[in-house]
């Protein structure tokens, strides 16, 4: 539960510093779905580029 965690707050900070406008216009028209698509997609990334390092 701890490792989930841990990369759902990395996931958030990293998209926190490179996109902006999505998080600023998720919490501005309180609708967080665009956040959690981008969140989803800097997950799904990360994923992406693991297996391709192994």
């Excluded at 841990?6 to 996109?19: H, N």
């Amino acid at each position: 539960m701890g490792i989930i965690a841990a990369t759902l707050a990395a996931a958030t900070i990293w998209l926190l510093l490179t996109d902006p406008v999505t998080v600023a216009d998720a919490v501005n028209e309180q609708d967080v779905t665009p956040f959690v698509r981008q969140l989803a997609q800097v997950l799904y990334d990360a994923v992406v580029r693991l297996a391709r390092y192994l």
